[in-house]
């Protein structure tokens, strides 16, 4: 049952496997283990970058596609879910009608954009998709009569999903279950969905041709493969993923915005989660978006904690201080990159079991 | 006259700015292996990949059974049944040894007595089954790397220096594999470097110097006549036997 919903790809070390596990376990109980609305609010964004790191990871590890346009596809899901709920209303209906137009929005311009350039070498396709990716995030901060412009769109959602409503009268393990729990586990368990579908696309045959593409493309060609098809459905299922990573956050902030979707440092996250996870492994997705969701929101406190406990050493407290996390963020990923040039799981399962 | 497998007519092959091909022309007959010699540089890996649309031809044409393939994407000859082994061992490393031929068996999963028989030529794949390719030694690599082409029938095969580099006893392997192979109805062009292995297979054979075809005939013609070895290949049998 676990090998098949795997994909009969087990993480293949023990220590891998405990860690999965780990964060799997965290995200499931998250609302109960981690009560508050600061770490829901961190267990959410955990779920759903790991489905969008695991989307880049499709075409970043498993094809060999370097694009710069991943954000944009993760924009349109939040766009298409904000500019429906903002303008037809908080029904379901309006929510799923946005969720349909963004995916098929996401298809188009992922098929244009793979067709016309994936024939053409990696850095000027990568520089083709930064091109596009700009060319988004210019419209959407100038079309504010639609997107919100820089101050993005505030939206409701149908009422079962607000904090407001109880969906049970008495507190479950100390825990209100409310709106906010749902839309908690509507984010979790659809993301944990799509990262299983995700696995079983790169563990299908159309995975191993994209491995093959990746690892030599006129092999693969010579076996008869298509190269320029296969990519540009990678490049489609990618965006789709990605869109879908963009419907949820949407869903769970009640808000998008150029900033918190669109922005080109939202891609350099990503590219990292997938190179500190180890590309082309997914189950990298989940350790490198969780270790820095986890950093980039706990970081600040740890050096605060780090920069009291030195006080009256010199030099110590004001290099801990808080301000300075971007800092050893920055020290935590060179260190990650030298010490696992594979990434994490590279480095977990070269040391099997 | 029947038909040729394959017939080449003035093909003109330039890699930037180099002109490797040069009006090569020479026909591959149905059902034989066909030995493509010459010395290093002489352009027969060119060829080959010129054949397998990997490079284009900007003149001259390529006929595979009497279709004009000059101009056919490399998929599309492949579905064909053509069938490329590209030199140094060309497989695909990061996946394993059963992922390698499965990728290969177009048709779906392959054939129980097709893969038997592929195992029957080549003993340690079936022993290296799911370990990783690129894990496997030089003559495993090889071997892996012929196999995945055979795993379904083809009507030609090209085959890049299937020896280079690899010790005796593997050399010896091959050559049965290849025997084993000719029986098929497969069409088989080996370009190699290696003179035993060309005579020890070879029923006609294509001789490349500079570019061009200096020489076409029987295999046996060339073994028997050493004067014509060195004119053409600047060898003597005696220093590769």
């Known amino acids: 049952m676990i090998r098949s919903l795997l994909s009969a790809d087990p993480p293949g070390s023990r220590l891998l496997a405990a860690s999965l596990l780990a964060v799997l376990v965290g995200l499931a109980l998250a609302p109960f283990v981690f009560p508050g609305a600061r770490s829901l609010d961190v267990a959410a964004r955990v779920a759903v970058f790991v489905l969008l790191a695991a989307s880049y990871d499709l075409l970043l590890g498993y094809t060999g596609i370097v694009s710069f346009a991943h954000t944009m596809f993760f924009g349109i899901g939040g766009y298409g879910i904000g500019i429906a709920a903002a303008s037809w209303g908080s029904g379901w209906g309006s929510l799923a009608a946005g969720s349909l137009a963004a995916l098929a929005c996401s298809a188009a311009i992922a098929f244009a954009v793979g067709l016309l350039s994936l024939r053409v070498r990696a850095i000027f396709f990568a520089m083709i998709t930064l091109a596009v990716a700009a060319f988004f995030q210019i419209l959407a901060s100038q079309m504010s009569w639609l997107t919100g412009g820089e101050d993005g769109l505030n939206f409701n959602l149908p009422s079962v999903l607000s904090p407001g409503t109880k969906l049970v009268a008495a507190p479950v393990l100390g825990i209100d279950l409310n709106g906010r729990v749902l839309s908690y586990y509507l984010v979790f368990g659809c993301a944990l969905a799509l990262f299983l579908v995700l696995l079983r696309i790169v563990n299908s045959p159309f995975g191993r041709v994209l491995l093959a593409i990746r690892e030599n493309e006129f092999r693969a060609e010579a076996l008869g493969y298509r190269t320029v098809v296969y990519r540009t459905v990678a490049n489609c299922l990618g965006a789709l993923a990605a869109t879908c990573a963009g419907l949820l956050y949407a869903l769970w902030l009640r808000y998008t915005g150029p900033a918190t979707t669109l922005s080109f440092d939202i891609m350099i996250d990503i590219l990292l989660m997938v190179v500190i996870g180890g590309m082309g492994t997914m189950y990298g997705a989940v350790l490198g978006a969780t270790i820095f969701v986890l950093a980039e929101s706990y970081l600040r406190d740890l050096l605060r904690l780090a920069s009291d406990a030195t006080h009256g050493v010199p030099l110590l407290p004001a290099l801990l201080h808080p301000d300075r996390w971007l800092l050893w963020l920055g020290v935590l990923f060179v260190v990650c990159v030298y010490y696992f040039p594979h990434g994490i799981v590279g480095r977990l399962r070269a040391r099997r079991p | ?241």
């Open chain 2, 1 to 241: 006259m029947p038909e040729p497998m394959l017939a080449l007519s003035g093909v003109n092959t330039r890699i930037g700015q180099y002109h490797i091909l040069q009006g090569v022309a020479f026909e591959v007959p149905r059902g034989g292996l066909t030995m493509l010699l010459g010395r290093n540089g002489a352009g027969k890996t060119t060829c080959l990949r010129t054949i397998m649309g990997l490079w284009r031809a900007s003149a001259g044409s390529v006929r595979v059974e009497g279709r004009d393939t000059t101009r056919l994407p490399t998929p599309e000859l492949a579905r064909l049944g053509v069938a490329y082994v590209p030199e140094n061992m060309g497989i695909f490393a990061g996946l394993t040894v059963r992922e390698n031929m499965l990728l290969a068996a177009r048709a779906g999963p392959p054939d129980e007595k097709r893969l038997e028989w592929v195992f029957g030529l080549f003993p340690a794949l079936r022993k290296f089954w799911n370990a990783l390719a690129g894990n496997l030694s030089g003559g495993q690599k090889q071997m892996l790397a012929v196999a995945r082409a055979i795993i379904e029938p083809r009507r030609l095969l090209l085959v890049d220096e299937p020896t280079k580099g690899l010790a005796p006893a593997i050399v010896a392997n091959m050559i049965e594999a290849f025997r084993e192979l000719k029986r098929t109805d497969t069409t088989i062009l080996v370009v190699e470097q290696n003179f035993q292995f060309a005579t020890s297979l070879g029923d006609s054979v294509a001789v490349m110097d500079s570019g061009r075809i200096v020489h076409t005939g029987a295999m046996a013609d060339l073994a028997a006549d050493e004067g014509l070895q060195q004119r053409l290949l600047g060898l003597s049998l005696d220093a590769h036997q």
